[in-house]
């Protein structure tokens, strides 16, 4: 049984250079490769290598828990995303165990409150930090005025001194979508703007460092705040973009393992429903532990998709789902739900059946997937 992706190595690779020269082009410094969750489908550990193939000097993961996946195959930094908080007990457990690592000079961890910093300040030393700001998402951050209150805090300031913590620049995490056309460009300035006020003005040892990290910024908005903010240093977090950008690269399939001819009314599968006139039943691997059938939700903000979704609802509730897999050119549907690895699916009427070891593509959600090989051809 094998679910597959398989990976036009030659288009991937062009696509992968072309990606990191635009963002280098448009902000003055290399990207940021991000790889985290399932690693956008192909895996952490071929991200991370590829990652190094392109030359990065920092990579991004997305939890505390994802740095060991890619600390073997990568050099230079890794900035974890998701915001360090000594209160979330279950992380600062493993935050402890990064700490006595060989490789935690490597470890940039984002922080997004007061609470957080101090708690980092009072521990143990020589940790850096990015300090996250609190963008147009709303999810994790300081509000500007928390912010400048937290690089005049004294302790804080004291602790910068003596080298127990580095501030390694302010991260911005953008919104997909733009309330305006130079909506983000604009956010990021504003943000820029305060913080090469207060790194201007720093006295002392060990001040913040002059960095902008930011995502979700296309190279003229790159190119805009590049030009606006010459004094810091702008670092782009790219990840669907960068690995994901040209999905012409990329083909899932699964193998066919089974192919049952079944007369009408015969009851098959794990919820034994009936099989319609002229049907035959097909086994193919990919089923929920790989993602199928699952799928993340999907904003539904006009009239037309929530129409399409109550239909989608309405036929699940019937019993009845589309598969993603496809054969003849052919959207098939499930038999019934998908089983842990393997999937069943209906034809009827079909001249030309597959055979057991053909493969069947499949349109798949990528960072909800998981394969069971990546195949670069």
């Not at 984002?110 to 996250?132: M, P």
């Not at 002059?210 to 995502?215: D, G, L, T, Y």
């Not at 990919?286 to 037309?304: N, Q, V």
């Amino acid at each position: 049984m094998s679910f597959t992706l398989h990976i036009n190595g030659e288009k991937w690779r062009t696509h992968l250079r072309a990606v990191v020269n635009a963002v280098t082009s448009a902000s003055g410094s290399s990207p940021v490769p991000v790889i985290k969750g399932n690693g956008y489908g192909l895996g952490q550990e071929l991200l991370g290598a590829t990652a190094m193939d392109l030359g990065a000097d920092t990579i991004a993961v997305g939890t505390v828990f994802e740095i060991e996946s890619v600390v073997g195959v990568t050099q230079g930094d890794i900035v974890v995303l998701e915001p360090c908080d000594p209160r979330d007990a279950n992380a600062a457990v493993k935050w402890r165990e990064i700490g006595e690592k060989f490789y935690a000079g490597r470890i940039i961890c984002t922080v997004a409150s007061r609470e957080a910093l101090i708690e980092l300040v009072n521990g143990a030393g020589g940790v850096r930090i990015i300090l996250e700001a609190r963008s147009s998402m709303v999810r994790f951050g300081f509000t500007e005025s928390e912010l400048i209150g937290v690089l005049g805090n004294p302790e804080i300031r004291a602790a910068l001194a003596t080298g127990r913590i580095f501030i390694e620049g302010i991260s911005i995490h953008l919104p997909i979508v733009r309330t305006a056309p130079d909506a983000h460009a604009v956010e990021v300035m504003r943000w820029a703007g305060l913080w090469e006020r207060e790194t201007a003005v720093w006295e002392g040892h060990s001040p913040p460092a002059p960095v902008i990290w930011m995502s979700h910024c296309s190279d003229a908005e790159l190119a805009t705040i590049r030009q606006s903010v010459s004094e810091l240093i702008v670092r782009m977090r790219v990840g669907s973009r960068l690995w994901l950008g040209d999905r012409s690269a990329f083909s899932a399939s699964g193998t066919v393992l089974a192919v049952h001819p079944v007369s009408e009314g015969v009851k098959v599968g794990y919820c034994q429903r009936s099989a319609g006139k002229n049907a035959t039943l097909i086994a193919v691997s990919g089923g929920t532990a790989h993602g199928i059938g699952l799928s993340a939700p999907s904003p539904t903000t006009s009239l037309r998709q929530r129409v399409t979704s109550f239909g989608i609802g309405a036929l699940d509730a019937a019993g009845r789902a589309m598969s993603p897999f496809s054969i003849g050119r052919k959207q098939r549907w499930f038999a019934e739900p998908p089983h842990q690895h393997v999937s069943m699916l209906w034809l009827n009427n079909e001249s030309v059946l597959p055979q057991v070891g053909d493969q069947l593509s499949a349109e798949v959600r990528f960072t909800t997937t998981r394969f069971d090989s990546v195949s670069i051809i």
